[in-house]
C-alpha cells in the first residue's frame, strides 16, 4: 500500500531562516507528488507539484521540492522564510494513471510552521 | 472561477443524530473525491466519483457513511448516525479527467468541521 511520511511534526524558525521539510513515500510504480498547503482559517491549496522532467520543482511564493526516485523522497525547500509563512504543510503522492481510473490523494501527517517574526 | 464550496462550515451534533454535508466541485470537474481529517491525523481518502457513478470508495469507514452525488454535479456525504469518532474536518475535492499529467491535479474546498458530542 502507498504510505507518504513527513518527519517534522512541528518546526518552528526564525525569519530569515531557511526551511526544508522531509517527505518519503512508498509505492513502487510511476508517481505524481505534490506539496499542499493549509494557510490558518483557508482551504489547502497546491504549492507545487511534479508529475515528470526536472526533478527541481519550482512553486509558489517561492518555495521549491526535488523528487530524488532512488531515495523516494520529495523535500520541500525554501531559502528564507517569512512570517507570512506560518501554516501547515502536506507533502501528498497519487499514483500516475488516467483516463478515469482513482487518483486518489494519499498524504503525510503534515507538518506545522510556525515562523517567529 | 468559482473554487470548490462546502456547506456547511461547521457542524455540531449530538451523538446518534444525522449529518449531511454537501460539496459543489468546479464547473466542468468530472472527478469528485471525499476527504476526512481526523484530529491529529493525516487527511485519509474516502471516495472518489467519476461524475455520477463511484469509482472507488475503498476508503469509507462503514455503513454509517452514504454518499452521492446525482446528476453528476453536487455530492452529499450523509453520516446516519454518527458517533464519536467521525468527528474531524471533512474535506471535498474535485479534478478533472486526468488524461494527461498536469491534469492529475485536485483543488480543495475549505471543509467542514463536524463535532459529534
Known amino acids: 500500500a502507498q504510505s507518504v511520511s513527513q518527519h517534522n511534526h512541528h518546526v518552528i524558525l526564525s525569519e530569515a531562516a531557511s526551511l526544508e521539510l522531509g517527505c518519503n513515500y512508498s509505492?513502487?510504480?510511476?508517481?505524481?507528488l505534490f506539496w499542499y498547503v493549509q494557510y490558518p482559517g483557508q482551504h489547502l491549496q497546491l504549492l507545487l507539484k511534479?508529475?515528470?522532467?526536472?526533478?527541481l520543482v519550482k512553486g509558489i511564493k517561492g518555495f521549491e521540492a526535488e523528487f530524488i526516485k532512488s531515495k523516494f523522497s520529495f523535500n520541500l525547500r525554501k531559502p528564507s522564510v517569512q512570517w507570512s509563512d506560518t501554516a501547515e504543510y502536506f507533502c501528498a503522492v497519487n499514483s500516475a494513471v488516467f483516463g478515469g481510473a482513482t487518483n486518489k490523494l494519499i498524504f503525510g501527517t503534515g507538518t506545522l510552521l510556525a515562523v517567529q517574526p | 472561477e468559482a473554487g470548490v464550496t462546502q456547506f456547511p462550515s461547521h457542524s455540531v451534533i449530538e451523538k446518534g443524530q444525522t449529518v449531511t454535508l454537501r460539496c459543489d466541485p468546479i464547473s466542468g470537474h468530472d472527478n469528485l473525491y471525499w476527504y476526512r481529517r481526523v484530529m491529529g491525523k493525516e487527511i485519509k481518502f474516502l471516495l472518489h466519483f467519476v461524475k455520477e457513478s463511484k469509482q472507488d470508495e475503498s476508503g469509507m469507514p462503514n455503513n454509517r457513511f452514504l454518499a452521492e452525488r446525482t446528476g453528476g454535479t453536487y455530492s452529499t456525504l450523509k453520516v446516519q448516525p454518527a458517533e464519536l469518532e467521525d468527528s474531524g474536518v471533512y474535506f471535498c475535492a474535485s479534478s478533472q479527467v486526468a488524461l494527461r499529467g498536469w491534469d492529475n491535479e485536485q483543488f480543495f474546498g475549505p471543509g467542514t468541521r463536524l463535532t459529534v458530542l
Open positions: 511534479y508529475f515528470s522532467g526536472d526533478p
Open positions: 509505492y513502487g510504480g510511476t508517481v505524481n
